[in-house]
């Protein structure tokens, strides 16, 4: 187990490296940052007032042994765009990011799993075609469509939700839904499939020999281990929320870290960009882990083999 | 080759054919061949046959848009602007789905938009498709090293946010219809290489594949004759699905505004060109959206079909 452990961190800090020469070197490929920045018409001295401001004079390699070498200490240099530090934008917009993707997930996880488990007990009935068909249909739905029709009724024709910032909690309903739904595919089927396996082995056969109450069996006994693999994917999800939130921030003006990202990319403000990059990669390699771990711990036949 | 047709992955088994048909023949005498259970198996499926209509039907739209479209595109009327559809109450004929804040015929747009759509699904699923099909084959046929440094770009790839990297590299390159498409196409390409490898590395453990061996093929040989043909069908079905992946990513770039650029008529963007009038003509965000949907929704069915008609052995 410890050996495996080893093993999976080493390659996620390889991964983590590769993806920050990745984040480094996307807003360059193009050719000169400088040019970039200074503008369309720029004279060639202020372009190399940019080039000697900003470092960008010096062999890439020693620009990218800087940038990581403060970026391990969560500093992350001044933004182009905002009168302010990097990381201290980044701990401002944070909140409302992973506010978002917790309600997503918690939206996700509670239409998903009781689905699940009801198309799983009854296969082939109406509730399993409705389970399959949200299922379908979900994967089929533009995430800024499903947002706009989202705030088109719920926010304007009924006036039920607030359709843009984040001051309050409501403000989080239905930016949370619309990116939650994109995970209630993937988390129903693998209820499904897990309930559909486990109800179906011979200690639930043994339970119901018994006589236990078929909510206990279904609770106590089948539940619990149906949705262990559950757990590893919510993670796995959890990151996907955080690097896909672009979409649903834009469209009802969260200030989080997609939205950051965004404004970031149009305007050229690189280190921002850089920065997002790299801290949404790495929450999720992060996560991956955890949902590994948990998996192990919750499972321990994992543990063993 | 007759080897590898006996031992296909998706065999033509009598025993499985959707609808419960006595396979041994009520109307026929003899026994059927597998092409007849096939075509049999295909007509049979209903939400296949269904997809597959609506999908020949918006790329007839796509290739007969000259012809269809009642005005151009991209001609300007401002003395028209925002002209209700039809089914509304001051609807004209004159424009069925009526035109946008500039004037544009609607309907017009709708039909050129499924151009942009099908081009880019079809071209970046090719892109994608080549590069992760080469790396799932190479990784599950020699495995050790080779298999090793393929699940490590693969693990990167998962781990880079999709839209966020993609809305960076078209902005910095420049947005256009060939920059979305080669984007699309280097960064999709992680499912086929987990399905690919995974299911090489199922067929590289089969008999025929080490009768090959044997007698001494070339692995050039083995991996395009041999174990090529019995991945195949899983390809196409995630062919398919990477075809709708694309089409909605484009899409969403494109309504980010760092996609297809106005004034080409692309889905997304009219969606993010009605936007600012959803209000009082909602009609000009739902009409594009929803043929995003339609058209992604039926290429999806599509693949779920084809994974049923191709493997039924596999059907949960």
């Known amino acids: 187990m410890l050996v495996f452990m080893a093993r999976r961190l080493f390659v996620a800090v390889l991964v983590a490296f590769t993806v920050s020469v990745i984040a480094f070197s996307l807003m360059r490929i193009s050719g000169d940052l400088a040019v970039m920045l200074a503008g369309e018409d720029a004279t060639a001295e202020q372009v190399e007032i940019i080039r000697e401001r900003f470092g960008l004079n010096r062999p890439y390699y020693i620009q990218y042994l800087e940038w990581m070498g403060k970026a391990v200490q969560f500093d992350f240099g001044e933004s182009m765009f905002y009168p302010q530090s990097v990381s201290s934008l980044i701990v401002d917009r944070i909140t409302n990011t992973l506010t978002l993707a917790g309600f997503g997930l918690a939206f996700a996880l509670s239409l998903s799993i009781p689905m699940g488990v009801l198309a799983a007990l009854r296969p082939d009935s109406w509730i399993d075609r409705l389970a399959l068909t949200i299922a379908v249909l979900g994967q089929a739905l533009p995430g800024f469509w499903f947002a706009l029709i989202l705030m088109f009724i719920f926010g304007l024709y009924l006036g039920m939700f607030p359709i843009s910032g984040s001051d309050t909690y409501w403000h989080f309903v239905l930016p949370a839904i619309s990116l939650g739904y994109y995970s209630t595919p993937a988390v129903m089927r693998l209820t499904r499939t897990g309930m559909l396996e486990v109800m179906s082995s011979d200690y639930i056969r043994t339970a119901r020999a018994k006589g236990l109450h078929t909510g206990t069996i279904l609770f106590k006994h089948a539940l619990r281990n149906a949705v262990i693999p559950v757990v590893a994917l919510s993670a796995v999800q959890f990151g996907n929320m955080l690097g896909g939130s672009i979409v649903t921030e834009t469209v009802f003006q969260i200030q989080g870290l997609g939205k950051l990202a965004y404004d970031g990319v149009l305007k050229n403000d690189f280190p921002v960009v850089q920065a997002v990059l790299l801290l949404v990669a790495v929450f999720y390699i992060v996560l991956v882990l955890l949902g590994d771990l948990l998996n192990a711990w919750l499972d321990p036949r994992i543990r063993v083999g | ?316």
């Open chain 2, 1 to 316: 080759m007759a080897l590898p047709t006996m031992t296909r992955v998706s065999p033509a088994d009598p025993g499985d054919i959707p609808g419960g048909a006595d396979p041994l023949g009520v109307e026929s005498p003899g026994q059927p061949t597998s092409g007849q259970l096939f075509v049999r198996r295909v007509v049979g499926h209903g939400s296949f046959v269904f997809a597959a209509t609506i999908i020949v039907g918006i790329i007839l739209m796509a290739l007969l848009a000259p012809w269809l479209a009642p005005h151009d595109p991209y001609n300007q009327d401002l003395g028209n602007r925002l002209v209700y559809p039809i089914w509304t109450e001051n609807g004209t004929w004159l424009h069925p789905l009526g035109t946008d804040a500039l004037g544009r015929d609607y309907l017009s747009r709708v039909i050129y938009g499924s151009q942009i759509s099908l081009i880019i699904g079809f071209t970046a699923m090719t892109i994608s498709g080549l590069i992760g099909t080469t790396m799932g084959v190479l990784a599950g046929y020699f495995g050790g090293r080779v298999d090793m440094v393929v699940t490590f770009l693969l693990t990167t790839r998962l781990t880079l946010p999709v839209v966020m990297v993609a809305l960076a590299l078209v902005v910095v390159v420049g947005g256009s219809l060939y920059t979305v498409i080669l984007v699309l196409g280097f960064l999709l390409w992680d499912r086929f290489t987990v399905v690919m490898r995974s299911t090489t590395q199922q067929v590289r453990s089969l008999d025929y594949v080490a009768a090959a061996e044997a007698i001494g093929c070339s692995t050039r040989r083995i991996i395009l004759s041999e174990i090529m043909p019995n991945v195949l069908g899983n390809l196409l079905v995630i062919a398919t699905f990477e075809v709708a992946h694309s089409i909605l990513l484009e899409a969403a770039l494109s309504f980010l505004g760092v996609g297809v650029q106005p004034p080409t008529p692309s889905w997304g963007l009219m969606v993010a060109e009605g936007r600012d009038y959803m209000l009082f003509e909602p009609y000009l965000i739902m009409i594009p959206g929803f043929c995003i949907f339609t058209l992604v929704l039926a290429i999806n069915m599509l693949g779920d079909g084809a994974r049923d008609i191709l493997a039924p052995e596999n059907r949960s």
